[in-house]
């Protein structure tokens, strides 16, 4: 059993930190993260017992947005800029897809 939970580790979705252990690793206030969750910037998992629990890709994120903040955006602006970086990469995964298949279809 224990060696499953260790796995989730390499899992960047896997809810593994708390507001208080992400807050540290990003340098930030925990009200900080709690404000992302109630702009649902960010919505991490919750636990059992309702706290909340963060994965290595939401701390990724948030980063990016304190980041964004600190450039002086706005909560909009930020939500935006994430927002329009999220279609960027989905249009890039999409694109090399379509290669991918016209690169297979040539070779056949």
Known sequence: MAANNLDNLDDLDYPAFTTGQAAD???AQQAFLRSLD????????????GH???????????????????????LAA???????????TAAHDQIADLRSQLDNDTEQ
């Not at 109630?38 to 017992?49: C, I």
């Open 25 to 27: 690793l990003l340098g």
């Open 38 to 49: 109630t702009a649902n910037l960010l919505r991490p998992q919750r636990s059992d017992g």
């Open 52 to 74: 909340r629990r963060y994965s290595r890709r939401q701390l990724q994120l948030a980063a990016r947005i304190r980041t964004l903040f600190d450039e002086g955006h706005s």
């Open 78 to 88: 930020t939500a935006r800029i994430i927002g329009l970086e999220d279609d960027l």
